[in-house]
């Protein structure tokens, strides 16, 4: 069965620096999305990627942030200038493109960021 | 805006015995629900989702979820459960009122069957 993947499993960051996280989508999926999962909190929604542009995204997912999808199979978020607070379970998700979003999103495997 | 609440952290039955994880959802519009499941250091597993119809909907490894409009709820149950379903279960609902395709997650329910 097809599966998103994600480069790093961890990164460890020194505050300040940037770090990209890298995932593959499954590959006939049109729809794309970071979440990001904080110890002990609930998963909470970052950005939603669709046709080249972001479709969506929260209140979290301020100017430290950028996704960028840089060929036909991979896509990058980006924080720049880590924060301690950015410590957190990031995962990549994608979907196939359903009638008003009625596909599920396959996640994948997550990248812990550990910023010290 | 949408929210879920599932109000139990955890949940304990033995083997073989029928388990329920309960869900409610709050949304504008008619919602999109989708039960994931995540086991140590995975990622979240879809397991089942209800879009329209059928108010009881069937999922992988012999889960099922009942849609309760009247009652905003989604709980997740399985008649008979195993040790193997030991994780952490995550409701989650999209808003279809809204346009957007973001999930909004509970806050997970652990799953504990023992032998």
């Known amino acids: 069965e097809p599966e998103v993947t994600q480069t790093p499993s961890h990164q460890v960051t020194q505050m300040g620096q940037e770090v990209i996280l890298r995932c593959v989508p499954i590959?006939?999926?049109?729809?794309f999305y970071w979440y990001r999962q904080i110890l002990g909190q609930k998963v909470e929604f970052l950005v939603s990627f669709y046709n080249n542009e972001i479709s969506e995204k929260s209140e979290i997912f301020d100017d430290q942030f950028s996704v960028e999808r840089p060929d036909g199979s991979n896509f990058t978020l980006k924080i720049r200038s880590t924060k301690l607070e950015d410590s957190a379970m990031y995962f990549c998700?994608?979907?196939?493109?359903?009638?008003?979003?009625?596909?599920?999103?396959?996640f994948g495997d997550g990248t812990r960021l550990s910023i010290l | 805006a949408q929210s879920v609440a599932q109000p139990e952290d955890q949940v304990n039955v033995a083997e073989g015995n029928p388990l329920t994880v309960k869900c409610t959802y709050s949304?504008?519009?008619?919602?999109?629900l989708f039960w994931y499941v995540q086991y140590p250091n995975r990622g979240l597993q879809f397991l089942l989702k209800?879009?329209?119809?059928?108010?009881l909907v069937k999922g992988s490894y012999g889960f099922e979820a009942e849609f309760n409009k009247s009652q905003t709820s989604f709980h997740l149950k399985k008649p008979s459960a195993l040790v193997s379903d030991s994780a952490l279960y995550f409701c989650?609902?999209?808003?279809?009122?809204?346009?957007?395709?973001?999930?909004?997650f509970g806050t997970g329910t652990r799953l504990l069957v023992s032998p």
């Open positions: 590959s006939n999926h049109l729809y």
């Open positions: 949304v504008s519009g008619n919602p999109y």
């Open positions: 989650a609902v999209r808003d279809t009122n809204t346009g957007f395709q973001k999930l909004v």
């Open positions: 998700a994608s979907s196939e493109a359903g009638q008003g979003g009625n596909q599920p999103q396959h």
């Open positions: 209800y879009i329209t119809g059928d108010n």
